[in-house]
């Protein structure tokens, strides 16, 4: 079954290469994806899938959907395809849709008497706001049974853990006064901010060691000779583990609210979609490393035990789930680099298509013919998600 894989993507190999090429052409941004949408539509409604456009009320997002009987698993692919404002695809985005439809379509050529459904959803936003996270909202992901995804990488491995993270802009409101004149009648929203640095800077000895806070001055409410009535800040809360974060989340507020009483200031918050933190599934990343093994992926590598934050660990909190890191780039190199975009339409990039195509049609194939591997799966993400 592996040789027809391999032979199977072989042959549609060059198709895939010129989607990947022209998507990292495209080089569209969070919600802008609209060529990048229609081209992979087209693609996956000229093979016999049932694509559904907008879905979550979301203009670059879809759903392709293709049924063999009426039973069996529910696979679903995800890919992104957003590329980073007025940077381009530094993040391999632009593989990813060419490589889920190369895998699905080998297991829709290759698998022609079992039971199963194959859902790709095509998701958009992954680098700013989560368009996973937006589309969980709406209804999303509950129609698979499993979850799997493609990305290019420095080396070829699974990931275990990812950060939860929690954002927020909050704005800061006091009065405004002269500085030289009448600092007395003011009371500084900029004070409040910096009050609020130096809380979280205290609180940083006090919470676990993997926790991490960041926090940047938006507008600091105008010229030093005026007391700001208004200030803009930006707070970055993550963890390895949402419950914890949730607790984290609370002592900030508490932060925020003891700066505004020591200033004689007041404050609003806007928070944006929480990442959550994956439930890794170590049985699916075995069943994947195998696939990686056998097909001799390029860079193989030992499970990444712990990486950044991404609207895919939400997905994961509810489903079984696993990416497959395809190594394009040496090994050592930062995502959103350089290096990255100028290796993105490079032979190894090609290959990392084909690749990862080869590695996730062997996963479904397998979970498909060998029902009791799934069955492991469910049961372990049941345990975990428990615990």
Not at 17 to 40: G, N, T, V
Not at 226 to 231: E, M
Not at 321 to 330: E, K, L, M, T
Request: charged content about 25%.
């Amino acid at each position: 079954m592996r040789d027809k894989i391999k032979n199977y993507v072989d042959e549609i190999s060059g198709w895939l290469w010129e989607l990947s090429d022209r998507i990292y052409d495209y080089a569209e941004p969070a919600f802008e994806e609209k060529q990048s949408c229609s081209l992979m539509e087209a693609a996956f409604e000229k093979h016999g899938f049932v694509v559904e456009h907008g879905v979550a009320g979301l203009d670059t997002a879809f759903r392709a959907v293709y049924s063999q009987g009426t039973d069996g698993l529910s696979i679903g692919l995800l890919f992104e395809y957003d590329a980073l404002e007025q940077v381009g695809h530094a993040c391999g985005h632009h593989m990813q849709g060419p490589s889920v439809l190369g895998a699905a379509l080998a297991v829709k050529e290759l698998c022609r008497e079992q039971d199963y459904r194959l859902v790709v959803y095509a998701t958009p936003a992954e680098e700013t706001v989560g368009g996973k996270i937006i589309m969980m909202d709406k209804g999303c992901f509950k129609d698979i049974d499993v979850a799997l995804m493609m990305h290019g990488a420095p080396t070829t491995c699974v990931d275990v853990k990812c950060m939860a993270l929690e954002d927020f802009i909050i704005t800061f409101k006091g009065v405004k006064a002269h500085a030289a004149m009448s600092p007395d009648q003011g009371r500084s929203a900029f004070d409040a901010a910096l009050l609020s640095f130096q809380g979280i800077e205290f609180l940083r000895e006090h919470v676990k060691e993997d926790t991490r806070m960041h926090y940047t001055v938006l507008n600091a409410g105008g010229p030093p000779n005026v007391v700001p009535d208004q200030t803009v800040a930006e707070y970055t809360l993550r963890s390895y583990d949402t419950d914890y974060l949730n607790e984290v989340v609370d002592r900030f507020r508490d932060v925020i609210r003891g700066a505004c009483m020591m200033t004689g200031t007041q404050y609003s918050e806007e928070r944006t979609y929480p990442f959550r933190a994956k439930i890794p599934c170590y049985e699916l990343n075995d069943l994947i490393m195998e696939q990686a093994r056998a097909f001799e992926a390029p860079q193989l590598a030992r499970p990444r035990e712990k990486t950044g934050s991404t609207d895919f660990g939400n997905v994961m909190y509810e489903v079984p789930g696993s990416c497959i890191r395809v190594a394009f780039v040496p090994e050592g190199t930062s995502a959103h680099s350089k290096e990255y975009l100028d290796a993105g339409k490079t032979e190894t990039a090609h290959k990392a298509v084909s690749y990862g195509a080869m590695i996730l049609a062997g996963t479904i194939l397998e979970l498909i013919h060998k029902p009791e591997r799934m069955e492991r799966i469910r049961e372990e993400f049941a345990r975990a998600k428990k615990s």
